[in-house]
């Protein structure tokens, strides 16, 4: 019937709660957020969304979802403007799943801001600036973690890119894909995933990123607490880009999408190594709140 949807094939190392997790997550996003699209699963004739298929001695479990129309961000000649817009997306966003939980969203997930386990662990594949992802490492330990209980907790999307993020042919942000990077997690990792993709485009990032920030404040207000910690947060993100970049590249040194990104992040965390972080984290305070 001329339908388009997509074929989505996972790793087979994937765990099947985890995918469960997400078309749950789709699902709810879409009874609570009206205005928000989101890919739906669809379901066979047995009604399964989840499919096993066996080829060559590998199972991998396959889901089709909804295609949604629209222009990805990345492929949008936006103004600044779209900056705050985008932050109220993901305020509106964050509001519709504020009510979702399921247990396979409390994983150890290396893309999860909250766990600098992953860079501990992986910063000794770096080939150089271990002590640039240290210096870091160290400040978040400094300002956000002694104040954690303080800092809500939910289930995140994680991965509000140029490349998940869907654009109406007036230009208005509607809609979101891509739902694999689905974490509990802090809830203000949520605009600080967003604002550390914003800040690699950015020669002077600090009032990109505050534009986001404010448009999810709007939204869905942060604490005092969460909105201090959030510049911290966008700094381990650059951290956690390459260190797995530095990782991958050694696994599997043909993907080049692996480290499409890398060399930017190095150079937004060189350039942020020369500021005073503490008096970016009052900035971005005072311009949310403003």
């Given at each position: 019937d001329d339908q388009k949807i997509v074929l989505k094939i996972s790793n087979p190392d994937e765990d099947k709660a985890v995918l469960v997790m997400q078309n749950e997550c789709m699902k709810y996003i879409h009874d609570h957020g009206a205005q928000l699209q989101v890919p739906l699963a669809i379901a066979g004739n047995a009604?399964?969304?989840?499919?096993?298929?066996?080829?060559?001695?590998?199972?991998?479990?396959?889901?089709?979802?909804?295609?949604?129309?629209?222009?990805?961000?990345?492929?949008?000649?936006?103004?600044?403007?779209?900056?705050?817009?985008?932050?109220?997306?993901?305020?509106?966003?964050?509001?519709?799943?504020?009510?979702?939980?399921?247990?396979?969203?409390?994983?150890?997930?290396?893309?999860?801001?909250?766990?600098?386990?992953?860079?501990?662990a992986h910063k000794r594949y770096l080939p150089e600036g271990e002590e640039i992802v240290d210096y870091f490492v160290g400040l978040y330990e400094k300002n956000v973690l002694p104040n954690q209980t303080n800092l809500r907790k939910g289930v995140i999307h994680n991965d509000s890119n140029g490349d998940n993020v869907l654009v109406d042919n007036d230009g208005a942000i509607r809609g979101i894909i891509d739902f694999g990077d689905v974490v509990y997690s802090f809830v203000a990792c949520e605009p600080a995933v967003c604002m550390a993709y914003v800040a690699l485009e950015k020669d002077e990032p600090l009032e990109p990123i505050a534009q986001v920030l404010k448009g999810f404040h709007e939204k869905f207000p942060l604490t005092s607490d969460e909105l201090l910690s959030v510049v911290y947060m966008v700094c381990i993100r650059s951290c956690i880009t390459v260190t797995m970049a530095a990782e991958r590249k050694k696994l599997?040194?043909?993907?080049?999408?692996?480290?499409?990104?890398?060399?930017?992040?190095?150079?937004?965390?060189?350039?942020?190594q020369n500021q005073d972080l503490p008096t970016w984290a009052k900035k971005l305070l005072m311009y949310a709140e403003s």
């Open positions: 009604g399964n969304d989840i499919f096993v298929v066996n080829r060559e001695a590998t199972t991998y479990l396959v889901r089709t979802v909804s295609y949604l129309p629209g222009l990805q961000l990345k492929d949008v000649a936006h103004h600044e403007s779209m900056l705050y817009e985008l932050g109220s997306f993901l305020g509106s966003l964050r509001q519709a799943m504020s009510g979702f939980d399921h247990y396979a969203a409390s994983r150890d997930f290396p893309w999860d801001i909250a766990y600098i386990d992953f860079i501990k599997f040194p043909e993907n080049e999408y692996i480290f499409v990104t890398e060399d930017q992040a190095w150079n937004f965390l060189r350039k942020m």
